[in-house]
Nanobody, 127 residues
Framework: QVQLVESGGGLVPAGGSLRLSCAAS????????MGWFRQAPGKERDFVAA????????YYADSVKGRFTISRDNAKKTMYLQMNSLKPEDTAVYYC????????????????????WGQGTQVTVSS
C-alpha cells in the first residue's frame, strides 16, 4: 500500500479558496489512479474528484465541477485539489486515496476501489 499524507486544510470564508496536497511515500506514483473524497459529520464519504496516472483524464462530482481542479505532479509524488468559490456545504474532512487499477467512472467514484487512504484534512467554510 501507498502511504498518503494530506495537508492544506483550514478555515476559509465562503467564496474563498484552498489548495489541498496529498504527498505519497511510494517510490513512484506513475502507475496509480488517485482520488479525493470528503466526509461531513454524520454523512457517508463521498467522491469529489479523480485523476488517472498520466493526469490526462479526470472525473468530478457534479457538486464541485467548475470550482475544483484536481492535478498531480508525479515527479514530486504529490496530488493536488485546488478549491475555489468555496461554499459552506463544502465543509468536510477531505481524504486522498490511491489505487492501482482501471480508470473508469464507476471504479474511481467508489470508496471500495481504493486500497490506500490518507488520514484526512479538515476543510471548514464559514458563511
Amino acid at each position: 500500500q501507498v502511504q498518503l499524507v494530506e495537508s492544506g486544510g483550514g478555515l476559509v470564508p465562503a467564496g474563498g479558496s484552498l489548495r489541498l496536497s496529498c504527498a505519497a511515500s511510494e517510490r513512484t506514483l506513475r502507475r496509480y489512479t488517485m482520488g479525493w473524497f470528503r466526509q461531513a459529520p454524520g454523512k457517508e464519504r463521498d467522491f469529489v474528484a479523480a485523476i488517472d496516472w498520466s493526469g490526462g483524464s479526470r472525473y468530478y462530482a457534479d457538486s464541485v465541477k467548475g470550482r475544483f481542479t484536481i492535478s498531480r505532479d508525479n515527479a514530486k509524488k504529490t496530488m493536488y485539489l485546488q478549491m475555489n468559490s468555496l461554499k459552506p456545504e463544502d465543509t468536510a474532512v477531505y481524504y486522498c486515496a490511491a489505487n492501482f487499477g482501471v480508470f473508469t467512472y464507476d471504479a474511481v467514484t467508489t470508496t471500495g476501489t481504493y486500497a490506500s487512504w490518507g488520514q484526512g484534512t479538515q476543510v471548514t467554510v464559514s458563511s
